[in-house]
């Protein structure tokens, strides 16, 4: 375990590693936490043009402060975002709308594997980072969720656990799967077993391919996109969850805009919970993103194992 933590914090980028040199960065944290949440918020943005603006799908954006009379909350004013998703469709539309927008309609295990990719397959290649840990047997029970996004995939460990877990609940749930299916800069040095075509890693076939031998292709959802695009996506869409699972970048800032954008797609009574939260000892970006996160809005962290776990009870936008 202690050499996959270790692997798992060499996918934190370099700016993670800024924001660990000391006290004199305060203020650059503070500016580009600025510019993350102003992407966020912003109502137009002039920088990226090609993106679609992730408030382009804001119907409100109404909120009361959380209790604050301390100057130092008052400082994490900026900080809110306040970004609201169009109204959620219903959870037996969430498949289909899916596959329509990003699948032409069907299923993108139809016909599946291609010739050239099928020849490198094997049926299975699962590695996972607290893939099983207990807080999905702790949560899944409890919610009975109808859908589940999870953001961050790799080859489908912690997916195909809660499609097994589902499944013997007897529940109907969909697991969307966001996903860039690239790896990161260097993994190719712990997988090396991994097939490559003119340079690209099959991730997204040997993740279809695991699924397809465990027969989850009816439970599971690949969104092969990176997680900023794909949840930007699903706010548009009205595609919401019950549960909202984060395990993608583990920087401060991805975390960051990851846990904001995923508790916008969250349902009423739904849990965002992700992994590596880890001890008191251990500053990393995901903690701190989740601690801001919870303390700007007024809400609780709540510890399971290595998972942080956050319920959506408190919206603090909402006005009633
Ligand atoms: C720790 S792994 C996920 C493991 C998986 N949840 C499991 O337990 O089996 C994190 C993954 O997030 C991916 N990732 C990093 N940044 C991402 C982004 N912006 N969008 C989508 N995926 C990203 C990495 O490539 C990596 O595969
Ligand atoms: C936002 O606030 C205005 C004025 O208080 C109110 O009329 C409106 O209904 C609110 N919208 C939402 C979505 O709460
Ligand atoms: C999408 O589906 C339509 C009809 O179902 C078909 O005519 C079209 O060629 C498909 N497009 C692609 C890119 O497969
Ligand atoms: C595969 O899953 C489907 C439900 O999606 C089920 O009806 C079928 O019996 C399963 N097949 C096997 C071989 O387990």
């Not at 961050?152 to 656990?161: M, Q």
Request: proline share 6%.
């Amino acid at each position: 375990m202690k050499t996959e933590q270790y692997q798992k914090r060499q996918t934190a980028t370099a700016t993670d590693k800024c924001f660990r040199i000391g006290r004199p960065t305060a203020y650059f944290i503070l500016l580009l936490l600025t510019y993350t949440v102003g992407y966020l918020s912003a109502s137009s943005s002039t920088s990226h043009p090609p993106s679609p603006s992730f408030t382009s799908a804001v119907t409100a954006t109404n909120y009361s402060s959380p209790p604050s009379s301390s100057s130092s909350n008052q400082l994490l004013d900026p900080f809110r975002v306040t970004t609201r998703c169009v109204d959620p469709i219903p959870s037996e539309l969430v498949r289909q709308t899916l596959l329509d927008r990003f699948f032409n309609g069907s299923t993108p295990f139809q016909d599946f594997p291609a010739d050239h990719a099928a020849k490198l397959l094997r049926p299975t290649i699962v590695k996972g980072w607290g893939s099983n840990g207990a807080v999905f047997e702790n949560l899944i029970p409890k919610v009975k969720p109808r859908t589940i996004i999870e953001v961050g995939t790799f080859l489908g460990a912690s997916a195909l656990h809660m499609a097994e877990l589902t499944r013997k609940l007897g529940l109907q749930t969909q697991i969307i799967c966001i996903y860039d299916f690239c790896g990161w800069a260097g993994f190719g040095d712990r997988f090396e077993n991994l097939p490559m075509i003119n340079g690209d890693v099959l991730l997204r076939y040997q993740f279809m391919q695991n699924v397809v031998t465990s027969n989850k292709t009816g439970s599971i959802i690949p969104v092969p996109y990176s997680s900023g695009s794909a949840l930007i996506e699903l706010c548009e869409l009205g595609v919401f969850a019950d549960l909202v699972e984060i395990d993608a970048g583990h920087d401060f800032l991805s975390a960051w805009s990851d846990i904001n954008r995923g508790y916008r797609i969250l349902r009423p009574g739904g849990v965002l919970f992700g992994h590596d939260y880890f001890t008191a000892a251990d500053n990393r970006g995901v903690r701190r993103a989740v601690d801001l996160f919870a303390r700007v809005n007024g809400l609780k962290v709540k510890v399971d194992g290595q998972h942080w776990v956050i319920d959506s009870v408190e919206l603090y936008y909402d006005s009633s």
